[in-house]
């Protein structure tokens, strides 16, 4: 039994009626759907889950970054309920109130350098979105070929054209074909590249283009989503110089990183750049299905009349969810918590690094999105390992997110407590100590 003021397991993990319900979903649902810890959600509030037999874990996955403003937040609630009461939940291209009103929030949120936005419901659909605007900047502006810079292992979604921009070779097969004007540039990994290293490794990888006639655009993921790692400032720097040079759109992947996450209103201000795009979502609707592309005017109105819609955009439940995050983040002062926070949590795993040398290869993030990144050793069975970290946690009331890869990461939502934030951390260092014990 553990009972503690963030956490209550005192019913056995997982519940009973988990593997029944798992198995009868198996026979009905589509298996990506499948492979999540074997938990069943119930009810969520804050920074807690409620399982069905009602043990409460600490989230640390803000279901994959989405419930920055907590879960079941109060204000959205409210906000969603005043929607509903006013009988208007759809009006598709028909302009309504409240979208006036949560776009013209939404910029003044993002900052002076956009002017402009275009709501949509999947993140993935921003991505699509921006590779069609900086190929129609392209074809506007004569370049000779649509080329599109992208970067290896980063990841912008699951559709033909976010497939084709994301580096990860095997999960496009099913394409069929590649598109020749995608390119992909090494990723400046910290552990392999200096930061006074790293404007010379970006220069000779654009050696092969000739950027004024070919290049058209460049998408950037905030931080590489698997690892929360982040590029060198220098690196994104001396991109945003080259872009502006060259007539070139540079557009950021703010999906995981916007809205506060990282400490900033977005991810991309660390860099202390301005780029054309910001492709948003997951934190964006609070857990209500909201996602957007803001950026410049020129940019944003290069489409024809109609050449760029989708049917459930700006719906009037969607805004007023947007006009809840915004306006929690804002009159809680989450953003400048957040680099708090950020700073117990990174301190934290920066420790638990120095407790565990020989498995720990690098602690990445920043604000409240971290990871811990494991040595792939060939003597070790490191997937084995992380899968039972995770399980190990669940059980003891904690959940983290394991992405299939040398990697854990932790995302709680903005509003955790402290004592939470701590809690949960000493939960994860005890599961790590028993499973990789020191040399």
């Not at 097969?173 to 010379?200: A, M, Q, R, T």
Request: charged share 25%; aromatic share 10%; hydrophobic share 35%.
């Amino acid at each position: 039994m553990i009972k503690t003021k963030n956490r209550h397991i005192f019913k056995k993990v997982p519940a009973v009626g988990t593997s029944a319900l798992m198995s009868r979903l198996s026979k009905i649902e589509s298996r990506s759907m499948h492979g999540q810890m074997p938990i069943v959600w119930k009810k969520a509030s804050g920074h807690n889950i409620f399982d069905i037999s009602n043990n409460k874990f600490i989230d640390f996955t803000s279901t994959i970054f989405v419930t920055n403003i907590g879960h079941s937040n109060k204000r959205l609630i409210k906000y969603l309920k005043k929607c509903i009461n006013e009988e208007l939940l759809h009006s598709y291209a028909y302009i309504n109130e409240v979208r006036e009103k949560y776009i013209k929030k939404l910029l003044k949120f993002a900052g002076k350098n956009f002017q402009k936005a275009f709501l949509m419901s999947a993140g993935t659909e921003t991505t699509e979105a921006a590779l069609k605007l900086m190929r129609l900047n392209g074809q506007k502006i004569k370049k000779r070929k649509l080329g599109i810079i992208c970067f290896e292992g980063n990841w912008h979604g699951r559709t033909m054209g976010a497939q084709m921009m994301s580096g990860n070779e095997k999960q496009k097969e099913w394409i069929g074909f590649k598109d020749k004007n995608i390119f992909h540039l090494p990723f400046p990994y910290p552990w392999k590249v200096s930061e006074n290293d790293s404007e010379k490794f970006l220069t000779d990888s654009l050696k092969k283009f000739d950027l004024k006639k070919d290049i058209c655009g460049v998408m950037i993921e905030t931080f590489q989503g698997w690892g929360a790692v982040y590029y060198p400032k220098k690196y994104i720097q001396l991109l945003e110089k080259i872009c502006k040079k060259n007539n070139i759109l540079m557009s950021f992947d703010e999906m995981q990183a916007g809205f506060g996450r990282t400490g900033y209103a977005f991810g991309y201000e660390y860099y202390g750049v301005k780029p054309d795009i910001l492709c948003c979502g997951k934190g964006m609707g609070g857990g209500v299905t909201l996602s957007g592309i803001i950026g410049k005017k020129k940019v944003i109105d290069l489409p024809e009349v109609g050449n760029m819609s989708s049917t459930n955009s700006a719906n009037p439940l969607s805004c007023y969810a947007g006009l809840a995050v915004i306006d929690e983040i804002k009159s809680r002062n989450l953003i400048s918590k957040t680099k708090l926070k950020g700073r117990i949590l990174i301190d934290f795993l920066e420790k638990l690094k120095e407790n565990f040398p020989e498995y720990i290869l690098s602690i990445q993030g920043r604000g409240l999105i971290a990871a811990i990144i494991f040595k792939n050793l060939k003597s070790e069975n490191i997937a084995d390992k992380l899968k039972k970290l995770v399980f190990n946690c669940m059980k003891d009331g904690l959940l983290v997110v394991y992405t299939g890869r040398e990697s854990i990461k932790i995302g709680p939502p903005l509003t955790i407590t402290n004592s939470a934030l701590k809690e949960g951390l000493d939960v994860l260092e005890s599961n790590i100590s028993k499973i990789f014990s020191k040399k």
